[in-house]
Nanobody, 125 residues
Framework: QVQLVESGGRLVQAGDSLRLSCSAS????????VAWFRQAPGKEREFVGG????????TSADSVKGRFTISRDNANNTVYLQMDSLKVEDTAVYFC??????????????????WGQGTQVTVSS
């Protein structure tokens, strides 16, 4: 079992930066692919990006490419989502999700068995 806790969400202005954290307990994340998703009111959960356990490679959705960066700190069992140049449309609840092992980073939420409770990010104009 892996327990995930997101933190760092808050109200910011457009153009600001924010870093979200996904901390794990119960099992190390060093052998888990970890992804970030977001869900805005009335919309489906959307893949933001992920980081692969095997080599630390990352992938990002087109909507955030060049603005969001994912990294990990294995020593602290934490994955980060650095968000720069935030836009109003980035407003959502952000979730991290994990799956043990795996090859490619998957974008379908149903393929991740472990989820955090989410953290709210609100970007004002």
């Amino acid at each position: 079992q892996v327990q995930l806790v997101e933190s760092g969400g808050r109200l910011v202005q457009a153009g600001d930066s924010l870093r979200l954290s996904c901390s794990a307990s119960g099992r190390t994340l060093s052998r888990s692919n970890v992804a970030w998703f977001r869900q805005a009111p009335g919309k489906e959960r959307e893949f933001v990006g992920g980081i692969r356990w095997r080599d630390g490679s990352t992938t990002s959705a087109d909507s955030v490419k060049g603005r969001f960066t994912i990294s990990r700190d294995n020593a602290n069992n934490t994955v980060y989502l650095q968000m720069d140049s935030l836009k109003v449309e980035d407003t959502a609840v952000y979730f991290c999700a994990a799956v043990t092992g795996g090859l490619a980073i998957m974008s379908a939420p149903r393929l991740y068995p472990y989820w955090g409770q989410g953290t709210q990010v609100t970007v004002s104009s």
